[in-house]
């Protein structure tokens, strides 16, 4: 039995564990497949406050860890499988053992969307990649692409450009929705190139790996193949939400619904970081709403000593 378990130990678990172990309340992080969550693997994170000249990722998310076992947060590296939120305390089940929970805080984050397109599948890890970071280092000196228009991808593209002999972003529309100063680092490069209103239709390549991508503009339906020996993938994020699926309120995209504090439609179960925030997805946001679900979890079991566990879908006293 903890008084508060945390699924995921990206900003937003490791922040919230920090705050319910500063409070005195018996936490276990379950890391999860990754540690450190998406953060853990960028390669430079430069919009944290704090850190003028930029942090990495990793070591964000390493000292972070660091920080909520200092206060007394257990951490351990494992993977859950269940969880029954149909009786409290919340049964949590992993590939290790069963745990019991006072409350519960969901920081498990989201995942990259996939394009769905032929060879997709088959060539991941053979020059399919959602990770520049972790996987940018095999493509020195080679011809890359880069799917997507966003801020991850630019930041991606930009971070290739310190490995590979040439990157090509690929995106649907005519314009990037990527942050100005990552449109004018790409430009500056000399490295990037862009290819608009186009959309990867196959991934083709040979036993060796990826060679081709097959594309296709969106306008005039002509069809090209662009030659290239990686494409790193960045088109929007799923939210890692099928443990909760049937037993809390999810939006229409997935994400877990919640209040001001956090509050998931369980009382006692609370939601942090990526999974419940489909619209900003930044370090500084997850880091924001984990501190609100530790305080609020805390507020939760400080309450429980005074009153039965509410029924579910009863409301409970809003944190002042």
């Known amino acids: 039995m903890h008084d508060v378990i945390i699924i995921g130990s990206g900003p937003a678990g490791l922040t919230a564990a920090i705050y319910t172990a500063r409070a005195r309340r018996s936490t276990l992080v379950v890391a999860g497949p990754v540690a450190g969550g998406q953060a853990g693997t960028t390669a430079e994170i430069e919009n944290y406050p704090g850190f003028k000249d930029g942090v990495n990722g990793f070591e964000l998310m390493e000292t972070m860890q660091d920080q909520a076992r200092r206060f007394g947060a257990e951490v351990v590296m494992d993977v859950v499988k269940a969880v029954d939120l149909n009786q409290h305390p ?41 990770c520049a970071t972790c996987d940018g280092f095999f493509y020195r000196d080679l011809p890359v692409a880069v799917v997507g228009g966003g801020n991850s991808a630019l930041e991606e593209a930009n971070y290739l450009t310190r490995l590979a002999s040439r990157i090509t972003v690929i995106h649907r ?76 309120t999810l939006d229409e995209g997935g994400y877990i619904v919640t209040d001001r504090h956090q509050r998931t439609s369980v009382p006692g179960v609370f939601a942090a970081g990526d999974v419940q925030d489909r619209l900003y997805q930044q370090v500084a946001v997850a880091v924001g709403t984990g501190a609100v679900a530790g305080m609020a979890a805390d507020r939760f079991i400080a309450e429980l000593e005074d009153r039965a566990y509410p029924e579910r879908g009863m409301a409970f006293a809003a944190p002042s």
């Not at 019991?100 to 997709?120: S, Y």
């Not at 239709?201 to 790996?209: K, L």
């Open 90 to 130: 919340f049964t949590i089940t992993t590939h290790a053992q069963n745990y019991q929970a006072r409350a519960l805080i969901i920081a498990t984050g989201a995942t990259p969307r996939k394009l769905g397109v032929p060879g997709e599948t088959e060539y991941l890890g053979r020059g399919v990649s959602y």
């Open 173 to 248: 529309r005519d314009r990037l929705r990527a942050e100005p100063i990552l449109q004018e680092r790409a430009e500056r490069s000399g490295k990037v190139d862009f290819i608009w209103d186009t959309v990867v239709t196959a991934i083709e390549g040979d036993d060796s790996g990826v060679k081709s991508l097959r594309l296709r503009h969106l306008k005039t339906g002509a069809e090209s193949t662009l030659a290239i020996e990686g494409v790193f993938i960045y088109v929007g994020m799923t939210p890692n939400t099928e443990l909760f699926r049937g037993q809390l």
